[in-house]
């Protein structure tokens, strides 16, 4: 099934070709957020349009990435830049009778807002070890925590999810009437992230495999 | 290993940060971009910096998208617009001692210039063909073939690959000297994309399952 738009809180937000793949679901837009590990953000700096991956991960209606003081797009989006976001997760390729009704199923995320550089040193611990959790739940406890000078060196922005067009396409083919009858295979090939055995970086018998290292693999 | 910087064609596709990080090997810039399904397309149109993602192949030393003509994307992408175009594999998460050496692993290309659209009719149907090669070898032979209509209302871009970044980052948890003796699980958990068992659109006995679709699960 197609997902359908339900509210469009911004002219940038209404899906114009395919209204129908529109849903402005707020658990579905938290859903995508989450299972993504990277996002793509575009922002113009020095004359020119980037695309840059990074990290991402969500508290609340915040989306939030980080990286080094010096990074020059932490740099480029704390300058009181418009930017935008997306997330994509493609599920499948959907094959059609005709080449023209062949397409993909996914659920994207695109968002449009400022990012603002979180100072508070409280809510930049509490948004960092937000991130940790959704890395491996509980290896906040386990790992060395970032002491002042990693903290201090770090920069963590966030940006709302307010202004986001969230689109869905989870189907089988649709042919045209006319080509119904062709003796042509559809459906679906379908694609999904899976987790590979663990890598293990020293064998230490001291050491205990956490839980989120053992139930890992799919 | 962790590829390293071989070339830098502009001063946009200098890798600052982690120069140690950039590889601007062509077969891997390419094996990157025919891996990855959906690519993510910046650019700035009615004031506003987009990051929309689109599905996209490649021939030779292009990255090629298509849409219907009235997208609004490829309007703005026409019309002399500098754009830039990010690929990001994310192939693990790579878990230290310490929570601020914590990375991932990941095979990303950003690619900056501008798309032309591809007008001579039968570079075009080239383009496509190659686009369904991508999906399925030998589908293109199967599926009814676009007519003039549904070709003429679809329209082809392509950009070049020629000012391209490439990172690779693919390696073992980095730690201080002075971390590696605490007793925390040190690892990479790899991800993943897989490919899971086809959906039959429809059940008729005459006709046959291609080879691409029988040999499609992992």
Same mark, same amino acid.
């Given at each position: ?28 837009l938290?859903?995508i957020v989450d299972e993504a590990y990277v996002c793509h ?15 991402h ?6 989306l ?19 930017? +935008?976001v997306a997330i994509t997760l ?7 009778? +005709? ?8 659920r994207s995320v695109v968002v ?52 986001a067009?969230v ?6 083919? +649709? ?44």
């Open positions: 099934m197609d997902e359908h738009a339900t509210a469009s809180p911004s002219a940038r937000t209404t899906i114009r070709r395919l209204p129908e793949k529109a849903n402005h679901d707020r658990a579905m938290h859903g953000v575009a922002f113009s700096a020095d004359g020119s349009t980037h695309c840059i991956p990074t990290a991960w969500r508290k609340g209606n915040y939030y990435i980080h990286g080094s003081n010096g990074s020059r797009m932490l740099k480029a989006l704390t300058a009181d830049t418009q930017a +935008s493609v599920d499948g390729l959907v094959l059609a009778k +005709s080449a023209f009704n062949h397409t993909m199923n996914y449009y807002g400022q990012f603002e550089i979180v100072e508070n040193s409280e809510e930049k611990l509490a948004a960092l070890n937000a991130f940790m959790d959704k890395i491996a739940e509980g290896r906040r406890h386990e790992a060395r925590p970032g002491n002042s000078k990693e903290v201090n060196a770090t920069s963590v922005l966030r940006i709302s999810l307010a202004e067009a689109k869905v396409s989870a189907s089988l083919p +649709s042919d045209k009437e006319e080509d119904l009858e062709l003796e042509v295979w559809t459906g679906v090939l379908p694609l999904k992230t899976t987790r590979g055995t663990p890598i293990h970086a020293q064998r230490d018998e001291r050491i205990a495999v956490p839980r989120y290292v053992e139930n890992w693999a799919d």
